[in-house]
């Protein structure tokens, strides 16, 4: 009976794993294949004849560095988006606290109201943001792309953090004010260190938010000077040449890079904040 309950639970096992390794390759195989394309010449890619075996050619990689100020593409996108975060959070923390902790008449309907903010189709206020921009002297700038992403994932990010905080008891805080703690020294001491993990998974999904908005960028960021690579890509036509499709592809490669360098560094907290708890009303 134990040897049948033993093998039984290795069978599972073997299946889990396989499972997971088909579901691995499933997310892998298109970004290995975005890279492959990015590494051939481009006369390959465009020929009607399939070709097995590609030749390897760093043509798309010298172009973009070369031909296309890539680097600063890459540097306006990595200052608006963790910019962006910073902003959000430093916003959102005391907001979420102050909806999760605090009584007062309303305090139900700002909450709704801040996430009803995230429903709003962008294109309604993509005019008037334009020209609040412009009158600022804001245009073309990082300063800009910071505050709009901030502007767009800050009632998201404050309603998961405030997900959080409805999860942490408030005996803990009773008993820091007992010690005679004030409102700031509780947040900054027992509530924070207590949702980090959710902090990191509102801040990697306000991350991957920033990066994939393109229709404010492309208002924005109307020149090179503040072009990131979301609106870069979409400039890759090639005028005359056509559609340079290894170029495209490396670009997009370059683009998910840094998304994947972080969450793989912060994954342990990551996942954490994903199994903390459900988003409370």
Known sequence: ?????????????????????GWALFCVVPVLWFLSIGLRPRTEIITPTPIYFPTFSLDAWHMIWEDWPMGKYLRNSVAA?????????????????????????????IGFYILSTRMMAPAIVAVPIFFLFRNLGLLDTIWALMLIYAAINLSFVTWIIRSYMLDIPKELEDAAKTDGAGELRILWEIIIPAILP???????????????????TLLIASTPNAYTMSVA????????????????????????????????????HLSRGLTMGAVKG
């Open 1 to 21: 009976m134990a040897a049948k309950r033993k093998k039984s639970r290795g069978e599972n096992l073997v299946l889990r794993y396989l499972i997971l390794c």
């Open 81 to 109: 988006i963790f910019g962006s975060v910073i902003i959000d959070l430093i916003l959102a923390i005391p907001a979420a606290y102050s909806l999760s902790r605090f009584q007062y008449r309303g305090r139900e309907d």
């Open 233 to 268: 890509l979409a400039n890759f036509t090639g005028g005359s040449d056509g559609i340079i499709y290894n170029a495209i592809a490396l670009v997009a490669f370059l683009a998910f890079l840094p998304v994947f360098v972080v969450v793989v560094a912060i994954q342990k």
């Open 198 to 216: 959710g902090i990191i998974t509102a801040s990697v999904i306000a991350m991957i938010f920033a990066i994939n908005e393109f229709l404010f």
